[in-house]
């Protein structure tokens, strides 16, 4: 599975933004997609997934202002944010995966998006 991320940049803080993960080289639907994030010196974390069945799970530090959305005619997931805050700002990473949860760093990732919001 080849993932390929884009949509990072540089905003200002209540601003938004949209991420695009477009997977190739296996089977989409089958599979949950994901959305993660890094910073320096922390543990990548869990933003925001799209199970197979289409169960959409979300960080708590995000409910209410990221959408994850899926079309697996196109094998792309985006991941929308808005109210974008400094907090925010990290590489956020696409995720493919069999399993159907969110709570162990399995399957494949993109290359990663920087995300950098200003105050």
């Known amino acids: 599975v080849q993932l390929q991320a884009s949509g990072g940049g540089l905003v200002q803080a209540g601003e938004s933004l949209r991420l695009s993960c477009v997977a190739s080289?296996?089977?989409?639907?089958?599979?949950?997609m994901g959305w993660y994030r890094q910073t320096p010196g922390k543990q990548r974390e869990f933003v925001a997934g799209?199970?197979?069945?289409?169960?959409?799970d979300y960080a708590d530090s995000v409910k209410g202002r990221f959408t994850i959305s899926r079309d697996n005619a196109k094998n792309t997931v985006w991941l929308h944010m808005i109210s974008l805050e400094p907090e925010d700002t990290a590489v956020y990473y696409c995720?493919?995966?069999?399993?159907?949860?969110?709570?162990?760093?399995?399957?494949?990732w993109g290359q990663g998006t920087l995300v950098t919001v200003s105050s």
């Open positions: 995720n493919s995966r069999l399993t159907q949860h969110w709570n162990t760093q399995t399957g494949y």
């Open positions: 080289g296996s089977p989409f639907s089958n599979r949950a």
């Open positions: 799209a199970t197979s069945g289409g169960r959409l």
